[in-house]
Every structure is written in structure tokens, then in C-alpha cells.
């Protein structure tokens, strides 16, 4: 059964802190990505990754950045948190390949910045 | 510019009917379509895909229909279930473009009324 993790559910952390959200998934997949979502606003795609080391801005990355060390694992960083960034985050992972690929996505993280 | 559209913010239908959701998109590069199902506090669940080089695609009460030449797909869900009550996005990829992501439309919450 496909899998993807997300480090934590819920999350409360200060304004200027520095936030790590993180993720695991356990199908081999090349791509992974960090969305957001926001009411009303849909998913937005924050930054993506399709191997090792490489990442690539989505449509909103100002104010985060991602790491890829291991295939399985995608983090995102909120360098400095602001309130503007209270959001459900939402990581995913699919197959490398031309033709369409379904993304899985994890459960969700629900940030507050306060 | 929003590249993938989701006109109806909510929908309310009886069980047994039928519920219809519309997405339309404005990028014609876009060759793989999918809908994914999400509900509170959890990540989106994918439900039924179609490739450009098909009209329909059908997997038990869910069917999507896809006109290429209006730019238009809708899911059709028959007959609807109070489980079905969910926000449902509707999500576009565009392998040519060099990047594996899903760009999404803001979604259309869905209550199935018992």
C-alpha cells in the first residue's frame, strides 16, 4: 500500500521562527512536491522535486526553501515563520514519466504561526 | 491566471441523484486530467484520471467526461452517497512542459444530502 508522511498533524510555532515540515514516502518515486492549500485558493504548489539534490520553484516559493537528501525524503523550511504562512501543507510523490502520473499525497500538516 | 478552473465553489445534491462537477482549463498543452477527492484535515485522495486521447473514463459511480475542443471535463458521480461529501479538486498536467506537477483548480465542495 502506497505511503506518504508527514512528520506532524498540527503544528503552533512563533513568528520568526524557523519551521521544518517534513516527509517520507515509501514507494520509490522519483517526484516529490509541497503544496499548500488555503480557503478558497485551492492547491498551490510551493516547490517541487524530481531527484536527489534538484528542486524546482513552484508558484509561490518566496519565504521557503526544500531539501532532498534521499530519494524518500522531502523537506520543506520556513526560514523565518510569518502569520501569513498559517496554511495546511500538504506534501505529495509520483512516478517519473511522460504520459500522466497520479500524485499520493500525505495526510497534512496544519501549521499555525502565531 | 488561473490555468484550471473550478466555477462552482459548493454543490448540494439528494442521495440517489446524480452530481456533476465542471472543470475547465485554458492551457492546451495539458494532456492528463484528474480528480482527487479531499476531505477535513486530511490529504486529497485521487479518484479517476483520463488521458487527452480518450473522451471518458469510468470506474464504478464515478465517470469523467472530457471535450478537448471546449476545454471542459466534468465528473459525474452516480448515484451519490452521503460519503461522497467532500471537496473535490480537479488537477491538469502538462508533460511537455519539462516539469512532472499537477496544477490544480480551487475545488467544489460537494454535500450529499440523506
Known amino acids: 500500500d502506497v505511503k506518504v508522511t508527514q512528520s506532524s498533524r498540527y503544528l503552533v510555532k512563533r513568528t520568526g521562527e524557523k519551521v521544518f515540515l517534513e516527509c517520507v514516502q515509501d514507494?520509490?518515486?522519483?517526484?516529490m512536491f509541497w503544496y499548500r492549500q488555503d480557503p478558497g485558493l485551492g492547491l498551490r504548489l510551493i516547490y517541487f522535486?524530481?531527484?536527489?539534490?534538484?528542486?524546482e520553484k513552484g508558484d509561490i516559493p518566496e519565504g521557503y526553501s526544500v531539501s532532498r537528501e534521499k530519494k524518500e525524503r522531502f523537506s520543506l523550511i520556513l526560514e523565518s515563520a510569518s502569520t501569513n504562512q498559517t496554511s495546511m501543507y500538504l506534501c505529495?510523490?509520483?512516478?517519473f514519466g511522460r504520459g500522466g502520473t497520479e500524485a499520493f499525497f500525505g495526510q497534512g500538516t496544519r501549521l499555525t504561526v502565531v | 491566471d488561473q490555468q484550471v478552473k473550478q466555477n462552482s465553489p459548493s454543490l448540494s445534491v439528494q442521495e440517489g441523484r446524480i452530481s456533476i462537477l465542471n472543470c475547465d482549463y485554458t492551457?492546451?498543452?495539458?494532456?492528463?486530467f484528474l480528480w482527487y477527492k479531499k476531505y477535513p484535515a486530511e490529504g486529497p485522495t485521487f479518484l479517476i484520471s483520463?488521458?487527452?486521447?480518450?473522451d471518458k473514463n469510468e470506474d464504478g459511480r464515478f465517470t469523467v467526461f472530457l471535450n478537448k475542443s471546449a476545454k471542459h471535463l466534468s465528473l459525474h458521480i452516480v448515484p451519490s452517497q452521503p460519503g461522497d461529501s467532500a471537496v473535490y479538486f480537479c488537477?491538469?498536467?502538462?508533460?511537455?512542459?519539462?516539469?512532472?506537477?499537477?496544477?490544480f483548480g480551487k475545488g467544489t465542495k460537494l454535500s450529499v444530502i440523506p
Open positions: 505529495a510523490s509520483s512516478l
Open positions: 514507494m520509490d518515486h522519483e517526484n
Open positions: 522535486s524530481y531527484d536527489v539534490k534538484m528542486k
Open positions: 492551457n492546451s498543452m495539458f494532456d492528463y
Open positions: 483520463i488521458s487527452s486521447i480518450k
Open positions: 488537477a491538469a498536467s502538462d508533460p511537455g512542459a519539462g516539469s512532472y506537477q499537477l496544477t
